[in-house]
């Protein structure tokens, strides 16, 4: 009767450790409790002990950290990638607001001009000194938008045109070495704005002086 109560909702292995349980009782009275609680299987019978559980919960805990930084290391690639598609259509837009206007955003002289090419100040993309979706009423010959709308970066910042840009860590677009540069860029995880130049920005050079 008591093996036919402990088979109920019992798995196999469960009511195999059971009957051992049971026959281990009845061959050795009286109950020695200190063998049952050393012998590894009869020990499940009762349990986890805190050290068990302590160690599932650090076992669980360490897996957790490792699939979500992997997830986190996907996503920044993801993101990257996707402000570097963004950065590209911003390179074919500056191209058509110079062969209309002559000018760069933020009414710079174009690219081409010898010693034009570094320059100072910055816009952020989306103003209308920028002349990408809209004009300012400044820029000669305006026949944009050349862009529909412009795109927030993936971590939602806006874009940057900086015609001295420095490049000198390594970031994603601009290589090694030190150097300044006419570039678009999203600042990255951080979200930085305009004039951070970091590591963790993605970039692509205009030109350079
Ligand atoms: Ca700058
Ligand atoms: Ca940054």
Same mark, same amino acid.
């Given at each position: ?85 963004? %950065? ?8 058509? %607001? ?26 952020? %993309? ?20 050349? %862009? ?62």
């Amino acid at each position: 009767m008591r093996q036919i109560i402990f088979m109920k909702g019992f798995t196999p292995l469960e009511v195999q450790r059971h009957r051992r349980y049971d026959f281990y009782r009845k061959a050795q009275p009286p109950y020695d409790s200190v063998r049952v609680r050393t012998n590894p299987s009869l020990r499940l019978l009762t349990g986890f002990t805190i050290v068990e559980l302590l160690v599932t919960v650090s076992i669980i805990s360490l897996l957790s950290s490792v699939v979500l930084a992997s997830l986190n290391s996907a996503r920044t690639k993801s993101y990257t990638a996707r402000a570097q598609q963004d %950065l590209a259509e911003f390179r074919k837009a500056i191209a058509l %607001l110079e062969f209309d206007t002559n000018q760069a955003p933020n009414h710079h002289p174009i690219a081409g001009l010898p010693g034009s090419c570094q320059q100072d100040a910055e816009t952020y %993309l989306d103003e209308t000194r920028a002349g990408i979706q809209a004009t300012d009423g400044a820029f000669p010959r305006w026949a944009g938008p050349y %862009l529909q709308s412009v795109p927030k970066d993936p971590w939602g910042n806006r874009y940057i045109f900086d015609p001295d840009y420095r490049c000198f860590n390594n970031e994603v677009g601009c290589g090694s070495g030190d150097y300044w540069a006419r570039v678009v860029h999203s600042g990255g995880p951080n979200k930085s704005g305009i004039n951070a130049y970091e590591a963790d920005n993605i970039v692509l050079v205009l030109c350079r002086p």
